[in-house]
Protein backbone atom coordinates (compact mmCIF):
# COMPACT_ATOMS: atom_id res chain seq x y z
CA UNK A 1 0.00 0.00 0.00
CA UNK A 2 1.90 3.11 -1.20
CA UNK A 3 0.78 6.42 0.84
CA UNK A 4 2.80 8.85 -0.85
CA UNK A 5 2.12 11.69 -3.48
CA UNK A 6 3.01 10.23 -7.36
CA UNK A 7 5.77 13.42 -8.70
CA UNK A 8 2.58 14.92 -10.39
CA UNK A 9 0.58 15.62 -7.05
CA UNK A 10 3.40 16.48 -5.06
CA UNK A 11 4.44 19.05 -8.11
CA UNK A 12 1.41 20.38 -8.48
CA UNK A 13 0.67 20.91 -4.52
CA UNK A 14 4.23 23.27 -4.49
CA UNK A 15 2.78 25.07 -7.80
CA UNK A 16 -0.27 25.70 -5.52
CA UNK A 17 1.73 26.98 -2.45
CA UNK A 18 3.38 29.40 -4.31
CA UNK A 19 0.84 31.04 -6.07
CA UNK A 20 -0.65 30.98 -2.68
CA UNK A 21 2.81 32.85 -1.10
CA UNK A 22 3.06 35.14 -4.15
CA UNK A 23 -0.73 35.94 -4.97
CA UNK A 24 -3.37 35.60 -2.19
CA UNK A 25 -1.00 36.20 0.78
CA UNK A 26 0.18 39.46 -0.17
CA UNK A 27 -3.80 40.07 -0.09
CA UNK A 28 -4.51 39.10 2.98
CA UNK A 29 -4.10 42.37 5.07
CA UNK A 30 -6.54 44.33 2.87
CA UNK A 31 -8.88 41.92 2.95
CA UNK A 32 -8.93 41.71 6.68
CA UNK A 33 -8.91 45.47 6.68
CA UNK A 34 -12.33 45.52 4.44
CA UNK A 35 -13.65 42.52 6.44
CA UNK A 36 -13.23 44.57 9.35
CA UNK A 37 -14.58 47.97 7.98
CA UNK A 38 -18.00 46.21 7.61
CA UNK A 39 -17.28 45.57 3.54
CA UNK A 40 -17.16 41.63 3.23
CA UNK A 41 -14.82 39.61 2.61
CA UNK A 42 -15.04 39.05 -1.09
CA UNK A 43 -12.41 40.32 -3.40
CA UNK A 44 -12.75 42.91 -5.57
CA UNK A 45 -13.54 42.19 -9.37
CA UNK A 46 -10.13 44.35 -9.87
CA UNK A 47 -8.26 41.97 -7.48
CA UNK A 48 -10.18 38.96 -9.04
CA UNK A 49 -8.83 39.82 -12.93
CA UNK A 50 -5.42 39.78 -11.63
CA UNK A 51 -5.39 36.72 -9.64
CA UNK A 52 -7.22 35.27 -12.59
CA UNK A 53 -4.95 36.09 -15.29
CA UNK A 54 -1.83 34.68 -13.20
CA UNK A 55 -4.18 31.54 -12.42
CA UNK A 56 -4.69 30.66 -16.51
CA UNK A 57 -1.41 31.74 -17.22
CA UNK A 58 -0.07 29.09 -14.75
CA UNK A 59 -2.28 26.39 -16.26
CA UNK A 60 -4.36 26.64 -13.10
CA UNK A 61 -7.81 26.82 -14.49
CA UNK A 62 -10.00 23.86 -15.03
CA UNK A 63 -8.05 21.14 -13.63
CA UNK A 64 -10.49 18.63 -12.89
CA UNK A 65 -12.33 19.40 -16.27
CA UNK A 66 -12.22 16.99 -19.22
CA UNK A 67 -9.47 17.84 -22.00
CA UNK A 68 -12.33 17.99 -24.42
CA UNK A 69 -13.03 21.17 -22.44
CA UNK A 70 -9.58 22.95 -22.28
CA UNK A 71 -9.34 21.62 -18.80
CA UNK A 72 -6.54 19.22 -17.05
CA UNK A 73 -8.84 15.92 -16.51
CA UNK A 74 -7.37 15.84 -12.82
CA UNK A 75 -8.55 12.90 -10.13
CA UNK A 76 -10.42 14.24 -6.73
CA UNK A 77 -7.07 12.27 -5.01
CA UNK A 78 -4.96 15.40 -6.98
CA UNK A 79 -7.16 18.41 -6.37
CA UNK A 80 -6.85 17.63 -2.58
CA UNK A 81 -3.94 18.41 -2.25
CA UNK A 82 -5.20 21.80 -4.42
CA UNK A 83 -7.81 22.75 -2.12
CA UNK A 84 -5.62 21.73 0.82
CA UNK A 85 -3.17 24.56 -0.45
CA UNK A 86 -5.45 26.90 -1.63
CA UNK A 87 -7.37 27.41 1.71
CA UNK A 88 -4.33 28.22 3.69
CA UNK A 89 -5.13 32.02 3.66
CA UNK A 90 -8.39 33.89 4.33
CA UNK A 91 -8.30 35.21 1.12
CA UNK A 92 -11.21 33.27 -0.61
CA UNK A 93 -10.21 32.39 -4.07
CA UNK A 94 -10.85 28.89 -6.28
CA UNK A 95 -9.52 28.32 -9.09
CA UNK A 96 -12.29 28.08 -12.19
CA UNK A 97 -14.76 26.02 -12.65
CA UNK A 98 -16.29 25.25 -8.98
CA UNK A 99 -15.60 21.49 -8.74
CA UNK A 100 -19.06 20.32 -7.34
CA UNK A 101 -21.17 21.93 -10.09
CA UNK A 102 -19.13 21.09 -12.77
CA UNK A 103 -19.16 17.25 -11.66
CA UNK A 104 -22.95 17.22 -11.34
CA UNK A 105 -22.96 18.96 -15.27
CA UNK A 106 -20.41 16.88 -16.63
CA UNK A 107 -22.78 13.77 -14.96
CA UNK A 108 -26.02 14.57 -16.29
CA UNK A 109 -25.88 17.33 -19.35
CA UNK A 110 -26.84 16.90 -22.56
CA UNK A 111 -25.86 17.79 -26.00
CA UNK A 112 -27.07 21.10 -25.86
CA UNK A 113 -26.48 21.78 -21.97
CA UNK A 114 -22.69 20.84 -22.88
CA UNK A 115 -22.90 23.41 -25.57
CA UNK A 116 -24.26 26.36 -23.85
CA UNK A 117 -23.38 25.41 -19.60
CA UNK A 118 -20.74 23.02 -19.45
CA UNK A 119 -17.82 23.96 -21.94
CA UNK A 120 -18.10 27.82 -20.89
CA UNK A 121 -18.11 26.76 -17.06
CA UNK A 122 -15.00 24.46 -17.80
CA UNK A 123 -13.51 27.19 -19.09
CA UNK A 124 -14.16 29.19 -16.19
CA UNK A 125 -16.53 31.56 -18.45
CA UNK A 126 -19.38 31.63 -16.38
CA UNK A 127 -20.54 31.00 -12.41
CA UNK A 128 -23.21 28.87 -11.18
CA UNK A 129 -25.27 28.29 -7.90
CA UNK A 130 -27.21 25.62 -6.85
CA UNK A 131 -30.55 26.11 -5.45
CA UNK A 132 -31.36 23.06 -2.62
CA UNK A 133 -31.91 24.59 0.83
CA UNK A 134 -35.64 26.40 1.95
CA UNK A 135 -36.81 28.28 4.57
CA UNK A 136 -38.53 25.02 5.87
CA UNK A 137 -35.67 22.98 5.93
CA UNK A 138 -31.99 22.40 4.42
CA UNK A 139 -30.93 19.31 6.30
CA UNK A 140 -33.24 17.06 4.93
CA UNK A 141 -33.56 17.91 1.32
CA UNK A 142 -35.76 15.46 0.35
CA UNK A 143 -38.76 17.44 1.92
CA UNK A 144 -38.36 19.88 -0.21
CA UNK A 145 -41.85 21.88 -1.11
CA UNK A 146 -40.39 24.07 -4.50
CA UNK A 147 -42.87 22.61 -6.74
CA UNK A 148 -42.52 22.14 -10.58
CA UNK A 149 -45.84 21.08 -12.32
CA UNK A 150 -45.77 20.07 -15.74
CA UNK A 151 -48.01 22.41 -18.36
CA UNK A 152 -47.63 21.52 -21.99
CA UNK A 153 -44.53 21.76 -22.81
CA UNK A 154 -43.03 23.93 -19.77
CA UNK A 155 -42.92 23.66 -16.20
CA UNK A 156 -44.02 25.93 -13.85
CA UNK A 157 -42.33 26.27 -10.65
CA UNK A 158 -42.82 28.12 -7.66
CA UNK A 159 -41.02 28.29 -4.25
CA UNK A 160 -38.98 30.10 -2.20
CA UNK A 161 -35.19 28.56 -1.53
CA UNK A 162 -33.03 30.31 0.82
CA UNK A 163 -28.89 30.48 1.81
CA UNK A 164 -28.15 30.20 -1.66
CA UNK A 165 -24.63 31.31 -2.53
CA UNK A 166 -23.97 33.40 -5.40
CA UNK A 167 -27.40 33.21 -6.63
CA UNK A 168 -27.74 36.95 -6.63
CA UNK A 169 -24.97 37.16 -9.24
CA UNK A 170 -24.55 33.84 -10.49
CA UNK A 171 -24.73 33.14 -14.53
CA UNK A 172 -27.39 30.42 -14.10
CA UNK A 173 -28.87 28.07 -10.90
CA UNK A 174 -29.50 24.42 -10.57
CA UNK A 175 -32.64 24.95 -9.41
CA UNK A 176 -33.64 21.59 -7.15
CA UNK A 177 -37.35 21.12 -7.18
CA UNK A 178 -39.89 18.73 -6.54
CA UNK A 179 -42.07 17.16 -9.56
CA UNK A 180 -43.54 13.94 -7.24
CA UNK A 181 -43.71 14.87 -3.58
CA UNK A 182 -45.49 11.01 -3.31
CA UNK A 183 -41.77 9.48 -4.44
CA UNK A 184 -39.65 12.40 -2.74
CA UNK A 185 -36.37 11.64 -3.25
CA UNK A 186 -36.72 8.22 -4.98
CA UNK A 187 -37.59 9.43 -8.28
CA UNK A 188 -39.81 13.17 -7.39
CA UNK A 189 -37.10 15.25 -7.19
CA UNK A 190 -35.80 17.36 -10.68
CA UNK A 191 -33.03 19.49 -11.69
CA UNK A 192 -33.76 22.71 -13.67
CA UNK A 193 -31.06 24.99 -14.87
CA UNK A 194 -32.24 28.46 -14.50
CA UNK A 195 -30.52 31.48 -16.32
CA UNK A 196 -30.04 34.57 -14.78
CA UNK A 197 -32.77 37.36 -15.28
CA UNK A 198 -35.51 34.94 -15.70
CA UNK A 199 -38.99 36.35 -15.17
CA UNK A 200 -40.34 34.23 -11.90
CA UNK A 201 -36.84 33.72 -10.69
CA UNK A 202 -36.40 36.51 -7.96
CA UNK A 203 -33.56 37.52 -5.70
CA UNK A 204 -35.61 38.02 -2.92
CA UNK A 205 -33.14 39.27 -0.01
CA UNK A 206 -29.17 39.44 0.03
CA UNK A 207 -28.59 38.20 3.85
CA UNK A 208 -25.41 38.78 5.60
CA UNK A 209 -23.31 35.75 7.14
CA UNK A 210 -20.49 35.46 9.71
CA UNK A 211 -17.13 35.69 8.54
CA UNK A 212 -17.78 38.44 6.03
CA UNK A 213 -20.12 36.74 3.55
CA UNK A 214 -23.09 36.86 1.98
CA UNK A 215 -26.11 33.78 1.10
CA UNK A 216 -29.35 34.78 -0.64
CA UNK A 217 -32.95 34.05 -0.41
CA UNK A 218 -35.18 33.28 -4.07
CA UNK A 219 -38.47 34.35 -4.04
CA UNK A 220 -39.89 31.55 -7.01
CA UNK A 221 -43.05 32.84 -8.56
CA UNK A 222 -44.70 31.23 -11.64
CA UNK A 223 -41.24 30.41 -12.98
CA UNK A 224 -41.70 28.76 -16.60
CA UNK A 225 -39.23 26.58 -17.92
CA UNK A 226 -39.10 24.63 -21.22
CA UNK A 227 -38.69 21.19 -21.04
CA UNK A 228 -35.13 21.22 -22.08
CA UNK A 229 -34.21 23.11 -19.05
CA UNK A 230 -34.18 19.71 -17.07
CA UNK A 231 -31.28 18.87 -16.55
CA UNK A 232 -30.78 14.97 -16.36
CA UNK A 233 -34.16 13.12 -16.14
CA UNK A 234 -37.64 14.07 -14.15
CA UNK A 235 -37.33 12.72 -11.01
CA UNK A 236 -33.90 11.73 -11.11
CA UNK A 237 -31.95 15.06 -10.09
CA UNK A 238 -31.31 13.75 -6.48
CA UNK A 239 -28.43 11.37 -7.37
CA UNK A 240 -26.45 13.92 -9.63
CA UNK A 241 -27.12 16.15 -6.90
CA UNK A 242 -25.70 13.71 -4.24
CA UNK A 243 -22.71 13.18 -5.95
CA UNK A 244 -22.04 17.30 -6.65
CA UNK A 245 -22.41 16.94 -2.02
CA UNK A 246 -20.01 14.43 -2.31
CA UNK A 247 -17.53 16.32 -3.88
CA UNK A 248 -18.08 19.42 -1.97
CA UNK A 249 -17.20 17.59 1.43
CA UNK A 250 -13.70 16.24 0.45
CA UNK A 251 -12.92 19.40 -1.05
CA UNK A 252 -14.27 21.13 2.54
CA UNK A 253 -12.29 18.62 4.43
CA UNK A 254 -9.02 19.65 2.67
CA UNK A 255 -9.99 22.78 3.16
CA UNK A 256 -10.23 21.93 6.81
CA UNK A 257 -6.87 20.53 6.71
CA UNK A 258 -5.46 23.93 4.87
CA UNK A 259 -6.29 26.09 7.66
CA UNK A 260 -5.47 23.93 10.30
CA UNK A 261 -2.13 23.72 9.14
CA UNK A 262 -1.87 27.62 8.75
CA UNK A 263 -3.26 27.97 12.81
CA UNK A 264 -0.92 25.23 13.74
CA UNK A 265 2.20 27.21 11.55
CA UNK A 266 0.65 30.62 12.82
CA UNK A 267 0.82 28.61 16.49
CA UNK A 268 4.07 27.12 16.25
CA UNK A 269 6.05 31.07 15.32
CA UNK A 270 4.40 32.07 18.33
CA UNK A 271 4.74 30.12 20.93
CA UNK A 272 8.85 29.36 20.42
CA UNK A 273 8.85 33.29 20.70
CA UNK A 274 6.30 34.25 23.40
CA UNK A 275 7.84 33.79 27.27
CA UNK A 276 5.06 33.95 30.46
CA UNK A 277 6.13 32.98 33.70
CA UNK A 278 9.58 32.86 32.91
CA UNK A 279 9.39 30.29 30.02
CA UNK A 280 8.50 30.20 26.45
CA UNK A 281 4.55 29.06 25.79
CA UNK A 282 6.19 26.16 23.55
CA UNK A 283 7.36 24.66 26.72
CA UNK A 284 3.86 24.37 28.86
CA UNK A 285 2.54 21.15 28.59
CA UNK A 286 -0.95 22.23 27.70
CA UNK A 287 0.63 24.22 24.44
CA UNK A 288 2.53 21.21 23.88
CA UNK A 289 -1.15 18.85 24.47
CA UNK A 290 -2.92 21.10 22.01
CA UNK A 291 -0.51 21.10 19.36
CA UNK A 292 0.66 17.28 19.66
CA UNK A 293 -3.43 16.59 19.67
CA UNK A 294 -4.08 18.25 16.39
CA UNK A 295 -1.11 17.47 14.46
CA UNK A 296 -2.28 13.70 15.20
CA UNK A 297 -5.91 14.30 14.31
CA UNK A 298 -4.26 16.17 10.91
CA UNK A 299 -2.45 12.93 9.77
CA UNK A 300 -5.35 10.75 10.31
CA UNK A 301 -7.49 13.41 8.38
CA UNK A 302 -5.34 13.49 5.67
CA UNK A 303 -5.38 9.74 5.30
CA UNK A 304 -9.59 9.56 5.41
CA UNK A 305 -9.50 12.10 3.06
CA UNK A 306 -7.29 10.41 0.16
CA UNK A 307 -9.18 7.42 0.69
CA UNK A 308 -12.41 9.25 0.47
CA UNK A 309 -11.00 10.94 -2.77
CA UNK A 310 -9.53 7.20 -3.97
CA UNK A 311 -12.73 5.69 -3.69
CA UNK A 312 -14.78 8.69 -5.37
CA UNK A 313 -12.09 8.55 -8.42
CA UNK A 314 -12.90 4.15 -8.34
CA UNK A 315 -16.87 5.12 -9.17
CA UNK A 316 -17.68 4.31 -5.93
CA UNK A 317 -20.09 6.59 -3.95
CA UNK A 318 -18.57 6.98 -0.93
CA UNK A 319 -21.07 8.51 0.95
CA UNK A 320 -20.42 7.59 4.54
CA UNK A 321 -17.04 8.26 4.14
CA UNK A 322 -17.93 11.96 2.98
CA UNK A 323 -19.93 12.58 5.92
CA UNK A 324 -17.30 11.69 8.44
CA UNK A 325 -14.56 13.27 7.16
CA UNK A 326 -17.20 16.35 6.38
CA UNK A 327 -17.62 16.25 10.54
CA UNK A 328 -13.87 15.33 11.46
CA UNK A 329 -12.39 18.09 9.47
CA UNK A 330 -14.28 20.46 9.98
CA UNK A 331 -14.47 20.39 14.10
CA UNK A 332 -10.99 19.32 13.98
CA UNK A 333 -10.13 22.54 12.14
CA UNK A 334 -12.52 24.49 14.96
CA UNK A 335 -10.59 23.26 17.79
CA UNK A 336 -7.00 24.16 16.46
CA UNK A 337 -8.20 27.57 15.29
CA UNK A 338 -9.72 28.07 18.78
CA UNK A 339 -6.57 27.01 20.33
CA UNK A 340 -3.96 29.24 18.18
CA UNK A 341 -6.46 31.91 18.77
CA UNK A 342 -6.34 31.10 22.34
CA UNK A 343 -2.39 31.15 22.70
CA UNK A 344 -1.70 34.61 21.08
CA UNK A 345 -3.79 35.93 23.87
CA UNK A 346 -5.55 39.42 23.04
CA UNK A 347 -3.88 39.07 20.12
CA UNK A 348 -5.56 36.53 19.04
CA UNK A 349 -8.88 38.30 19.82
CA UNK A 350 -8.35 41.07 17.03
CA UNK A 351 -9.47 41.01 13.40
CA UNK A 352 -5.64 42.09 12.52
CA UNK A 353 -4.81 38.11 12.18
CA UNK A 354 -6.41 35.88 9.60
CA UNK A 355 -7.77 33.45 12.59
CA UNK A 356 -10.99 34.79 13.41
CA UNK A 357 -12.14 34.72 9.79
CA UNK A 358 -10.50 31.08 9.65
CA UNK A 359 -12.64 30.22 12.38
CA UNK A 360 -15.75 31.71 11.32
CA UNK A 361 -15.30 30.18 7.91
CA UNK A 362 -14.76 26.59 9.57
CA UNK A 363 -17.61 27.47 11.96
CA UNK A 364 -19.93 28.15 8.53
CA UNK A 365 -18.76 25.02 7.31
CA UNK A 366 -20.13 22.67 9.91
CA UNK A 367 -23.56 24.13 9.11
CA UNK A 368 -23.24 24.03 5.07
CA UNK A 369 -23.60 21.07 2.74
CA UNK A 370 -25.23 19.51 5.83
CA UNK A 371 -25.00 20.25 9.69
CA UNK A 372 -22.59 17.82 11.39
CA UNK A 373 -25.66 16.31 13.27
CA UNK A 374 -27.19 15.41 9.96
CA UNK A 375 -23.64 13.76 8.96
CA UNK A 376 -23.35 11.82 12.31
CA UNK A 377 -27.02 10.55 11.48
CA UNK A 378 -26.17 9.01 8.34
CA UNK A 379 -22.68 7.43 9.72
CA UNK A 380 -25.06 5.87 12.59
CA UNK A 381 -27.82 4.92 10.57
CA UNK A 382 -25.20 2.74 8.05
CA UNK A 383 -23.14 1.36 11.08
CA UNK A 384 -26.34 0.30 12.77
CA UNK A 385 -27.21 -1.69 9.98
CA UNK A 386 -23.58 -3.32 9.52
CA UNK A 387 -22.90 -0.97 7.16
CA UNK A 388 -19.08 -0.32 8.59
CA UNK A 389 -16.64 1.73 6.38
CA UNK A 390 -13.83 -0.11 5.05
CA UNK A 391 -10.37 0.53 3.08
C1 LIG B 1 -22.71 29.97 4.29
C2 LIG B 1 -23.77 29.06 3.80
C3 LIG B 1 -23.87 28.80 2.45
C4 LIG B 1 -24.88 27.98 1.97
N1 LIG B 1 -24.98 27.79 0.62
C5 LIG B 1 -26.02 27.05 0.14
C6 LIG B 1 -26.21 26.91 -1.28
O1 LIG B 1 -25.41 27.45 -2.08
N2 LIG B 1 -27.27 26.20 -1.73
C7 LIG B 1 -28.16 25.61 -0.87
O2 LIG B 1 -29.09 24.98 -1.34
N3 LIG B 1 -28.00 25.72 0.48
C8 LIG B 1 -26.97 26.43 1.00
N4 LIG B 1 -26.81 26.57 2.36
C9 LIG B 1 -27.80 25.96 3.25
C10 LIG B 1 -27.26 24.77 4.05
O3 LIG B 1 -26.97 23.67 3.24
C11 LIG B 1 -28.31 24.49 5.14
O4 LIG B 1 -28.32 25.61 6.00
C12 LIG B 1 -28.00 23.24 5.92
O5 LIG B 1 -28.18 22.09 5.12
C13 LIG B 1 -28.90 23.15 7.16
O6 LIG B 1 -30.22 23.40 6.84
P1 LIG B 1 -31.09 24.42 7.75
O7 LIG B 1 -30.30 25.66 7.89
O8 LIG B 1 -32.43 24.50 7.19
O9 LIG B 1 -31.11 23.72 9.16
P2 LIG B 1 -32.14 22.58 9.70
O10 LIG B 1 -32.22 21.53 8.67
O11 LIG B 1 -33.38 23.31 10.09
O12 LIG B 1 -31.37 22.14 10.95
C14 LIG B 1 -31.13 23.04 12.07
C15 LIG B 1 -30.25 22.34 13.09
O13 LIG B 1 -30.98 21.25 13.63
C16 LIG B 1 -30.12 20.20 13.96
N5 LIG B 1 -30.55 19.00 13.25
C17 LIG B 1 -31.13 18.90 12.02
N6 LIG B 1 -31.37 17.63 11.69
C18 LIG B 1 -30.94 16.89 12.73
C19 LIG B 1 -30.88 15.50 13.00
N7 LIG B 1 -31.33 14.61 12.12
N8 LIG B 1 -30.36 15.09 14.18
C20 LIG B 1 -29.90 16.00 15.07
N9 LIG B 1 -29.91 17.31 14.87
C21 LIG B 1 -30.41 17.75 13.73
C22 LIG B 1 -28.71 20.62 13.53
O14 LIG B 1 -28.00 21.11 14.64
C23 LIG B 1 -28.99 21.73 12.53
O15 LIG B 1 -27.90 22.66 12.47
C24 LIG B 1 -25.80 27.38 2.88
C25 LIG B 1 -25.68 27.63 4.24
C26 LIG B 1 -24.68 28.45 4.72
C27 LIG B 1 -24.59 28.69 6.19
Not at 24 to 39: F, K, N, Q, Y
Not at 166 to 172: L, M, R, W
Not at 376 to 387: F, P, T, Y
Request: aromatic fraction near 8%.
Amino acid sequence: MDFSLTEEQTMLKDLVTRFVQDELLPLESTVLAREASGGGMAITDGERAKIDARAKELGLYGLDAPEEYSGSDLPTTTMVGVWEELSKTCVDYHFPPDSPNLRMLMQVCNEEQREKYLKPYARGELISSIGISEPGGGGDPAAMKTRAIEDGDDYVINGRKIWIGKAGYSDFTILMASTDPEKGARGGITAFLVDKGTPGFNVARKIPMIAGRFTYEIAIDDLRLPKTAVLGEIGNGYGPMQLRLSVRRVQMAAWACGKTRRALDMMREWVNQRRTFGSLLAEKQAIQWWIADAETKLHACRLMIYNTATKIDNGEQARTECSMIKVFATELAWEAIDHAMQSFGAMGMTKELPLQLMANHIRLMRIYEGPSEVHRMVIARNALKGRVVGL
